[in-house]
């Protein structure tokens, strides 16, 4: 386990911060309203999506945390505390210091830029506090709104990987985008 991790970040627009059981009935609010956005793409955001889920989630995210296993964070608004979605830090490769970033964006808020901030902050998360070198987003080669986040996050696309995702039971080909520490650098930083 990695000492000192911070728990909170933020760019004055959006925070990240890690889950808590305070958190269930506004998260699952925000599930709930984004149901017809997410159930294509996010096989745990399906109509009889109910609040034991959402707790039942925050339980194994905070277990995560714990473990080191994953850091799953909420996005939240810096100005009100609304919570306006998830993102997160998975299937970390300690050896090659890699991981997967995914994030969602609660419907009221997409086209906000909200996304494309909290994938920067846990960015900068997995590198300067998990000390990894390289984060991976793979996105279903149709999802084109998680396509354009990940590009304007910095991230490079690297291929249409075939067969890389499973949706709904189907077999699905992917977009693969990279972050690596560069990639966050100011231009004409270095």
């Given amino acids: 386990m990695i000492a000192a991790m911070r728990t909170v970040l933020g760019d004055g627009e ?6 808590e059981p305070a958190d269930a009935q506004p998260l699952y609010e925000a599930v709930r309203e984004s149901i017809p956005a997410l159930a294509r793409w996010l096989p745990w955001a399906h ?5 034991h889920e959402t707790e039942e989630w925050i339980a194994s995210c905070v277990a995560d945390w714990a473990s080191g296993a994953s850091f799953p964070f909420v996005i939240v608004d810096a100005s009100t505390g609304a919570i306006l979605g998830g993102t997160g830090v998975s299937r970390i490769d300690r050896e090659h210091r890699c991981a997967n970033l ?9 086209g906000r830029g909200v996304a494309t901030r909290a994938v920067r902050l846990v960015a900068d998360f997995a590198f300067h506090d998990l000390k990894l070198t390289r984060i991976e987003i793979i996105a279903d080669v149709d999802n084109a709104a998680s396509r354009r986040v990940a590009e304007k ?3 490079r696309f690297e291929c249409i990987a075939r067969n890389r995702v499973v949706t709904r039971g189907r077999v699905r080909d992917a977009a693969v985008y990279s972050l690596v520490p560069a990639d966050l650098e100011p231009a004409g930083a270095g």
Wanted: charge should be positive; charged fraction near 15%.
């Fill in 47 to 51: 109509d009889g999506y109910a609040r």
């Fill in 153 to 155: 996050a910095g991230a």
């Fill in 102 to 110: 995914g994030y969602w964006v609660r419907s009221a808020w997409t």
């Fill in 14 to 19: 959006v925070t990240i911060r890690s889950l």
